[in-house]
């Protein structure tokens, strides 16, 4: 059988046919100094993003002329912040950075920022950009020091998108912050599906975490430390923001594994501008594509004369997404969801 990846994005069974050859001129993808660049395709629209020297965080990213790092916020985009306890007052940063290249393109082209980070023996980030895509892949490797005592490892994202409105991926379902929760739900902290969205009625972008559910809207708010008896420790009203933070590390409560995290994990994010208001069948089949990336099988039996299921996606016109086609029991019949 032969599936666009696009449409199923779990398992692709390919044929001997002969496969579609990748556009060879393309503006190449470039990394240099504390810059990464990729120019617009008929794929995508080019990106350009800056890096800050002293933390390693994204300062600039740019799309479309659209700036969209809040030099206002209290962090750019991926800065690293570490809570040990639960008083804010002890926030502390990562230390000094080494920034090098480490993919000169033209596909991919790549940033590594190295340095010490209190917490970790070490912190590595690396930021991609592909020359036919217009999302940015950022790979955070925290290699986590033995820490028994309270605390929190937190990446930071401060958005910038005027008057834009936040939305959180939920199993089939999207979710405003304050504005679909009930009264007494949990306002410190949420937990998503694969993505944040900000968007106005312009332009957006979509902050993707594969690995990394926990999040925090406005503020490091998820210190609260044990069982909390007293009802005003939580949040009761949440004002609207654009800032979130990834909650990636904690050993705030007892529970039944070790409470020291040492060794490395990793950690990723996918920063994807887009052009236009908020699409939740764009943004999911994007999403899905990127955290089931579709895998290549070697075909078995007769090639098919037609495709079991074609569905043709215009963005906007018809939401469609399938997220799974299967054979059904007795093998008379096919499922597709």
């Not at 002969?18 to 393309?26: G, I, K, L, R």
């Not at 962090?75 to 912040?81: G, R």
Request: aromatic fraction near 8%.
């Amino acid at each position: 059988m032969l599936f666009r990846s696009r449409y199923q994005t779990q398992r692709v069974y390919v044929t001997d046919a002969e496969p579609e050859a990748p556009p060879t001129n393309f503006p190449a993808a470039r990394a240099e100094g504390i810059t990464l660049r990729s120019g617009d395709s008929a794929l995508a629209r080019g990106v350009s993003m800056r890096l800050d020297e002293r933390s390693g965080a994204i300062a600039s990213l740019v799309c479309d002329g659209h700036e969209f790092v809040d030099t206002n916020a209290p962090t750019a985009l991926n800065d690293y912040f570490y809570l040990p306890g639960s008083d804010l007052k002890g926030l502390e940063r990562n230390g000094p950075v080494r920034i090098s290249v480490k993919e000169t393109g033209p596909l991919i082209a790549s940033l590594l920022v190295e340095g010490e980070a209190p917490g970790c023996h070490r912190l590595t980030r690396e930021y991609r950009l592909h020359a036919l895509r217009n999302y940015v892949e950022v790979i955070n490797t925290v290699d986590k020091a033995r820490v028994r005592a309270k605390e929190g490892v937190h990446f930071g994202f401060g958005f910038n998108v005027p008057d834009g409105v936040m939305r959180m991926d939920v199993p089939w379902g999207v979710v405003r912050p304050e504005l679909d929760q009930i009264p007494g739900a949990c306002r410190n902290w949420f937990t998503v599906q694969r993505w944040v969205d900000v968007s106005n009625e312009r332009c957006g972008i979509t902050w993707m975490t594969p690995d990394a559910p926990l999040v925090q809207v406005g503020g490091i708010t998820a210190n609260l430390i044990g069982s909390q008896s007293d009802p005003m420790a939580w949040i009761g009203h949440l004002e609207p923001s654009q800032t979130l933070y990834s909650w990636v590390m904690n050993n705030h409560w007892h529970t039944n594994y070790r409470s020291d995290q040492e060794g490395p994990t990793v950690f990723r994010f996918y920063l994807v501008p887009h052009q236009g208001g908020f699409d939740a069948a764009e943004v999911a089949r994007v999403s899905q594509d990127l955290a089931q990336p579709a895998l290549g099988y070697a075909a078995r039996g007769e090639v098919p004369l037609q495709p079991r299921v074609r569905v043709d996606y215009v963005s906007g016109a018809n939401p469609v997404q399938v997220t799974t086609l299967k054979p059904s029991e007795d093998g008379k019949a096919w499922i597709v969801r």
